[in-house]
């Protein structure tokens, strides 16, 4: 069956343009004004045509999560939304693509994590997906797969500057940057300085204290603003961009201008938290605080304007999640007696795009064509997948959001899709909904109910398209 969406706000990150959009397959076929289905049906024969009336709603591009940790393994457990239930909530909300976050154990191949991860995701994914590799034990054999990664549609990698278990350190940083260079890849930094962080974990439990207020002390912003400048200037000495993800602080974003200024080329990526949550959060209720608990942690008031700032002018490229959802109930309580053992992390992929679209675009912050940029077409561009993704054009995926303007609800971790327990904007009421979502020309997902589950690809990922 062919889909005529007729008269809707089409947007893009250039504005907004009234069209009708004509779907065949899993294509974007036709894009015009007025489109008839007679006319169609002659153009395209051989299908009957849908006619869906899209009058006075925004028409997005599929949005993009190009930042979850769906089943990872924290040790004792994984988290709680594994690809299943979180590629459900992702649609649900309206993202019909994520990229997740491969990780390679000491000792693996990469071959072998990918591997691993596609066992996690294929045949299981309600949206289309695809992997990052996270590097965390280099060597020059691992050097040798990254034209394999290349070959298997991974062109993104991510390096962490924190956690004992994960963290690479400087040279390996260098000549991870230069490797992943020859193969026009980009690489992705968690930015905090770790040795800086265990010294002040060392501090704060010398007196003997345990509480989740301590948790921001333990990995304050300086902690990632000198773990950025580090990679800023490593990065400069091998010549290529880097994206620094989940960035928290507004001193972070002058390490960023800094860089910039000096001719670097820097993708910054945010998440809704730090625009959203402060760190007043760690000091209220005692343990019920650990919800909240995430690497980097929540700021300060100024941080959050410093960010909404940067993605109105530009310096901040991604808006992702770092969905990594806990339950409070079982999981989040493993830190009960020791802050440091509550496992980092909070879920975000399904309410990312109301979230924005109610605090940054119905609050004058962002217009609702930034927003197509951010949670959309930057990221597509970013990591290979334009213009099949990511934009609204003839020959795109069929990946579609109509979005009712006019719908108000209250966020509640009970009612969504995601199976995590909690979620820190619980109780947070928000305008704006997913009325359909379409993945490839399939209507998978209705006013936030899934239609159509586990139809989601894998998405091969190639050239980057410079922004
Ligand atoms: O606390 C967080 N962010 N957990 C997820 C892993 C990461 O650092 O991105
Ligand atoms: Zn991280
Ligand atoms: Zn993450």
Not at 77 to 102: N, Q, R
Not at 275 to 300: E, I, M, Q, T
């Amino acid at each position: 069956m062919g889909i005529l969406i007729k008269n809707g706000q089409v947007v893009s990150s250039k504005g907004v343009d009234l069209e009708d959009i004509f779907v065949q397959g899993e294509k974007i076929v036709k894009i015009g004004k007025s489109l008839i289905a007679s006319d169609l049906k002659e153009e395209f024969p051989g299908e009957e045509i849908q006619i869906i009336d899209a009058k006075d709603k925004l028409i997005f591009p599929g949005f993009i999560d190009t930042h979850t940790h769906f089943d990872l393994d924290a040790g004792d457990f994984h988290t709680a939304d594994d690809f299943y239930s979180g590629t459900k909530a992702a649609i649900a909300g309206g993202t019909t693509t994520i990229l997740d976050f491969t990780t390679q154990e000491k000792g693996e191949t990469l071959n072998q994590a990918l591997d691993n991860w596609h066992k996690l995701a294929d045949g299981k994914s309600s949206c289309d997906y695809g992997f990052h590799m996270s590097i965390t034990d280099w060597n020059s054999d691992i050097k040798k797969e990254i034209k394999d990664m290349t070959n298997r549609g991974v062109n993104s990698y991510k390096l962490y500057m924190a956690y004992s278990n994960l963290k690479v350190n400087d040279g390996e940083i260098y000549e991870i940057l230069k490797a992943v260079k020859d193969e026009n890849g980009i690489v992705g930094v968690h930015c905090e300085n770790g040795e800086l962080i265990d010294s002040l974990i060392k501090e704060l439990k010398s007196n003997n204290k345990n509480s989740v207020s301590l948790h921001p002390l333990s990995r304050p912003k300086e902690a990632e603003a000198e773990a950025i400048h580090r990679l800023l200037v490593i990065a400069g000495l091998v010549d290529t961009p880097v994206n620094i993800v989940h960035l928290s602080s507004k001193l972070s974003l002058e390490e960023v201008r800094c860089a910039r200024e000096n001719g670097q080329k820097v993708y910054v990526e945010t998440c809704p938290q730090y625009l959203l949550l402060d760190d007043s959060v760690y000091g209220k209720d005692g343990f019920s605080a650990a919800k909240y608990v995430c690497s980097p942690p929540l700021r300060k008031e100024e941080d959050i304007e410093a960010i909404w700032k940067g993605l109105l002018n530009g310096e901040v490229q991604t808006i992702g999640t770092d969905h990594c959802s806990f339950n409070m109930s079982n999981q989040k309580t493993r830190g009960k007696d020791d802050f440091t053992k509550i496992p980092g992390g909070i879920p975000g992929t399904e309410e990312r795009p109301v979230l924005i679209y109610h605090f940054g675009v119905t609050k004058g912050k962002i217009t609702v064509s930034d927003m197509c940029g951010l949670l959309s077409e930057q990221p597509a561009k970013l990591f290979g997948m334009y213009p099949n993704k990511g934009t609204i054009k003839e020959g795109s995926d069929a990946d579609i959001v109509i979005w009712n303007k006019n719908i108000t609800r209250i966020i509640s971790a009970k009612d969504m899709n995601s199976i995590c327990d909690n979620t820190p904007y619980e109780d947070m009421k928000v305008t704006g909904l997913p009325e359909m979502v379409f993945l490839r020309g399939k209507l998978v997902a209705k006013e936030r109910k899934i239609i159509n589950e586990k139809l989601g690809k894998y998405v091969f990922r190639g050239e980057r398209t410079d922004f």
